[in-house]
């Protein structure tokens, strides 16, 4: 440990037992701890490298007018000093260990009634629990007893940790309990052997902790059921993290009270429930009495006379991924039952299930409950779709069809009419949460087998959906994503007939002119998708886009996404440049022409760049650049972009919004490549003479030359520039590794030779600033590397113009990689130390102690 830290720590021992009451910033306890417990983890003694901190624990636990976050803190840290078995005995030959976890203790002091309290005590015993040492200090203190009455704490989080602990503690037991068995070592005791005296204490804080599981699991009255919500997880939570022969003495101890349960029917304690079955059936032998009974649990739970609880049964089953067929069958018939009831798509054989299930459900479905058990069995589908096909009550593509009969009773401008219950569509029609699920389950389904039967009709639906004045815009953007999803899905769409075609234009302008944003952002997200989306095969049986086959193609949809860059919401404004970029990648990498109308939307992209007042379009305008030059096939040829990019590099790296100026150096990046591709590799036996080397060498830095000077034209080299000094983080360090990817290659090739030397334009205060220290001979050994020869800062000086740098001698000068290791750092590296945060805790304390102070005035932190 540092010195200044050794020598500081006893003053700040000093300052919490002194301040009587809480640090202003508390969350500088929990660093002080963190720091404790990091020293902890390296093997060092926590006690040698501080050795005040046992005094420091003794007298807190006298202090009863210490604040609680520190009473906390300190039971946190007396736990942390006794994880090693040396600090356990320290603490326990001060009589501090007693003290300190002994409820009655607090108790008697008036502090256990805060919950703060009450967690620091509970992690303090979490933490120290990890020997045998600990475990027998436990056992004898009778800890337990306090410990099981924290299960159902009222405070959640209180609650919550005790459960943990109890977890630890009889994985620790378990553990020990083998040892003593077996009579050999594992990770938790070393050198150690465990007496029959302290395996039976293990053995009855085994037979407590079954016997409370088992009185608290039975439902006595109504005000009991959020205790017995706790003790289920808390019972599920150890049955998957204990072993056998643990798991099954606890299985046994509550088997009769899990019965008594399950006749409660009551639907609160339903997921719970089927939480302690699924994990206790979980890996149990098939001869093991306990599962024979659990099977029946689980028939009992399934087959239950209230449909809220058998449909919540179900549900559990499908997501345990049970590895019984049987019971999985079974719950996706209970699951497609109200599909089955509400659409009249017979989905299940008449004897598939229960006919009296049937009945409830159906009384069920006529109530305006109706919604979440509806709901319930379409978020279900996803689950159902993922079972092998000879364990479904019926194909997927019934499946589907149902689920467009749904759809259809759902729209408000529908006129179809259900064959099943038809007392269910005056609650489910124009119900959003319903249709929102349904075309979720869609979604899903679009990869069953046999699907291209319904195809028409699924795009029936949706075009019905987004032509509808009803539909909500979050129902409209599923609507969209269901087109996407399924044209991806059937590369044959010569189904589709005019009139849908007209239907789905129809739909697309409208939305494209809502009132609402949202809708007309989800429209202009959908054209970008369908231009993104693979070729098909259209109704001339020939490859085509599906833009083209939904929406006669870029005639209709580019048009539509140039008018929305004038939209006045700027999320819109943005998904539409977006779209573009999505819609006019095909023609690029084909080398297509350009239009009169591509060509304006270059100059209304760069108007964004320039006088876009929010952060979104000005993104999406540089990353239509950067789509652009990969997508293009042949950048150089392209006029227009070439024209473009120095624009675009000048404004985007001085953009206010550090996500622009990133995406502008991304754009930078791409130039770079392609000025540099990599080389491909020299055979390692070819053999060149000196002449032909020297050719070799000229050749490459004639090359060099050429495409740097290129990239200086188009604004790379000053964009790297002007980033490297950017005040963003992010942006900095960006640049800073391009421009040493650049120096890499091009310095060692070109050498010192004058003759190549590249001039860069600079105009920016701040990089005028660093040239300006360069030029001062290199007196800054920040900016200037000491390895510079004097050519090299010569070079910079004779630079007539103080705003023109040559590039090769800036590369070598400033030193890149000095900045890149700052910039790698974490912008709070100088102040996130252990010794500052000591420095804190004292400021901190000594400013709240002065007379006057507001003890309630907020702390201020630069947290940059």
């Known amino acids: 440990m540092d010195s200044q830290c050794v020598s500081t720590l006893p003053r700040v021992c000093g300052v919490l037992l002194e301040s009587g009451s809480s640090l202003p910033d508390d969350t500088s306890l929990e660093k002080l701890l963190d720091w404790?417990?990091?020293?902890?983890?390296?093997?060092?003694?926590?006690?040698?490298?501080?050795?005040?901190?046992?005094?420091?624990?003794?007298?807190?636990?006298?202090?009863?007018?210490?604040?609680?976050?520190?009473?906390?803190?300190t039971l946190k840290l007396t736990g942390l000093i006794g994880t090693s078995e040396d600090g356990f005995k320290v603490l326990k030959e001060c009589s501090v260990l007693k003290l300190v976890f002994n409820p009655h203790h607090w108790q008697e002091a008036g502090l256990w009634g805060d919950p703060c309290l009450r967690i620091g005590w509970i992690q303090g015993l979490k933490m120290i629990l990890q020997h045998s040492e600990a475990l027998s200090f436990f056992a004898q203190e009778d800890l337990i007893e306090p410990l099981l009455q924290l299960q159902t704490d009222s405070s959640l989080?209180?609650?919550?940790?005790?459960?943990?602990?109890?977890?630890?503690?009889?994985?620790?037991?378990?553990?020990?309990s083998s040892v003593g068995h077996n009579c050999s070592k594992n990770r938790y005791l070393e050198h150690n052997s465990v007496s029959i005296e302290t395996t039976q204490n293990y053995s009855g804080i085994i037979t407590r902790v079954s016997e409370y599981l088992n009185k608290s699991v039975v439902l006595k009255e109504i005000s009991q059921l959020p205790g017995c919500q706790q003790i289920l997880r808390l019972l599920a939570m150890l049955l998957v993290q204990v072993g056998p022969p643990l798991r099954d003495t606890l299985l046994l101890a509550v088997m009769n009270s899990l019965e008594e349960l399950v006749t409660t029917s009551c639907s609160q304690l339903t997921v719970p429930l089927m939480d302690v079955i699924l994990a206790a059936n979980s890996g149990l032998r098939d001869d093991f009495v306990p599962k024979q009974r659990l099977i029946r649990l689980l028939w009992v739970m399934l087959n239950m006379k209230k449909p809220a609880i058998v449909m919540q049964a179900a549900a559990a089953v499908l997501h345990s991924h049970h590895s019984d067929p049987t019971f999985s069958a079974h719950s996706a018939r209970v699951l497609l039952?109200?599909?089955?009831?509400?659409?009249?798509?017979?989905?299940?054989?008449?004897?598939?299930?229960?006919?009296?299930?049937?009945?409830?459900?159906?009384?069920?479905?006529?109530?305006?409950?109706?919604?979440?058990?509806?709901?319930?069995?379409?978020?279900?589908?996803p689950q159902i779709t993922l079972m092998a096909s000879d364990h479904?009550?019926?194909?997927?593509?019934?499946?589907?069809?149902a689920v467009l009969m749904l759809l259809r009773l759902c729209c408000v401008d529908s006129s179809s009419s259900s064959a099943g219950c038809v007392e269910v569509v005056r609650f489910i029609t124009g119900n959003s949460k319903v249709q929102k699920c349904a075309l979720e389950a869609l979604l899903v389904l679009s990869k069953s087998p046999g699907v291209k039967m319904v195809l028409v009709d699924v795009f029936k639906v949706l075009t019905e959906y987004l032509n509808s004045p009803s539909s909500d815009p979050s129902v409209l953007q599923k609507s969209y994503q269901a087109v996407i999803k399924w044209v991806g899905v059937c590369p044959d769409l010569s189904c589709i007939t005019d009139q849908l075609r007209e239907g789905f234009i129809q739909a697309v302008r409208k939305r494209a002119c809502d009132t609402r944003w949202e809708a007309r952002d989800s429209t202009v997200e959908f054209l970008g998708h369908l231009g993104g989306a693979p070729s098909c095969r259209s109704f001339t049986e020939q490859e085509t886009e599906p833009?083209?086959?939904?929406?006669?193609?870029?005639?209709?949809?580019?048009?539509?996404?140039?008018?929305?860059?004038?939209?006045?919401?700027?999320?819109?404004?943005?998904?539409?440049?977006?779209?573009?970029?999505?819609?006019?990648?095909?023609?690029?990498?084909?080398?297509?022409?350009?239009?009169?109308?591509?060509?304006?939307?270059?100059?209304?992209?760069?108007?964004?760049?320039?006088?876009?007042?929010?952060?979104?379009?000005?993104?999406?305008?540089?990353?239509?650049?950067?789509?652009?030059?990969?997508?293009?096939?042949s950048p150089s040829s392209c006029w227009l972009l070439m024209q473009s990019v120095p624009t675009v590099l000048s404004q985007g790296v001085n953009d206010l919004d550090w996500e622009v100026k990133l995406h502008t150096l991304e754009l930078a990046e791409l130039l770079l490549d392609q000025a540099f591709p990599d080389p491909s590799p020299s055979h390692p036996y070819a053999v060149m003479s000196d002449q032909a080397h020297r050719l070799h060498i000229a050749g490459q830095q004639s090359d060099l030359l050429s495409s740097l000077k290129d990239l200086v034209d188009r604004g790379v080299v000053s964009a790297l520039l002007c980033g490297v000094v950017d005040c963003d983080r992010p942006v900095a360090l960006k640049a800073c590794q391009l421009l040493l990817k650049l120096r890499g290659v091009v310095c060692p090739v070109m050498g010192n030779a004058a003759d190549t030397r590249v001039f860069c334009q600079l105009a920016e205060g701040s990089v005028m600033q660093q040239v300006r220290?360069?030029?001062?001979?290199?007196?800054?050994?920040?900016?200037?590397?000491?390895?510079?020869?004097?050519?090299?800062?010569?070079?910079?000086?004779?630079?007539?113009?103080?705003?023109?740098?040559?590039?090769?001698?800036?590369?070598?000068?400033?030193?890149?990689?000095?900045?890149?290791?700052?910039?790698?750092?974490?912008?709070?590296?100088?102040?996130?130390?252990?010794?500052?945060?000591?420095?804190?805790?004292?400021?901190?304390?000594?400013?709240?102690?002065?007379?006057?102070?507001?003890?309630?005035?907020?702390?201020?932190?630069?947290?940059?």
């Open 36 to 73: 404790f417990t990091t020293i902890a983890q390296t093997g060092a003694s926590l006690l040698e490298a501080c050795p005040c901190l046992v005094d420091f624990v003794s007298k807190v636990a006298f202090n009863h007018a210490s604040g609680s976050s520190i009473l906390s803190f």
């Open 157 to 176: 989080f209180v609650a919550s940790a005790a459960n943990q602990t109890l977890a630890q503690v009889l994985l620790l037991c378990q553990s020990l």
């Open 337 to 381: 039952l109200p599909l089955d009831i509400v659409t009249g798509v017979s989905l299940l054989d008449e004897n598939s299930t229960e006919e009296e299930l049937r009945i409830l459900i159906t009384e069920q479905l006529k109530r305006k409950s109706c919604i979440s058990m509806i709901c319930v069995c379409l978020s279900n589908i």
């Open 392 to 401: 479904l009550p019926c194909p997927q593509r019934l499946i589907v069809t």
């Open 547 to 633: 833009s083209d086959v939904f929406l006669g193609g870029c005639s209709f949809t580019v048009p539509l996404l140039k008018e929305a860059l004038q939209d006045p919401e700027s999320y819109v404004r943005a998904s539409s440049i977006s779209a573009l970029a999505q819609t006019l990648t095909p023609s690029w990498q084909e080398g297509a022409a350009l239009t009169q109308e591509q060509e304006d939307i270059v100059t209304r992209l760069q108007e964004v760049l320039f006088q876009d007042s929010e952060g979104f379009a000005r993104r999406a305008a540089v990353k239509y650049f950067i789509a652009w030059l990969s997508a293009c096939s």
């Open 773 to 864: 220290k360069i030029q001062a001979m290199g007196k800054d050994t920040y900016v200037v590397s000491e390895a510079c020869s004097e050519a090299d800062k010569e070079g910079i000086c004779a630079s007539v113009d103080p705003e023109r740098v040559g590039v090769c001698e800036v590369l070598r000068l400033l030193d890149l990689d000095e900045k890149l290791s700052i910039l790698t750092q974490s912008s709070d590296h100088i102040y996130n130390s252990p010794l500052s945060l000591l420095q804190d805790i004292l400021t901190a304390a000594a400013a709240s102690s002065q007379p006057g102070r507001d003890l309630h005035q907020e702390l201020v932190m630069d947290c940059y």
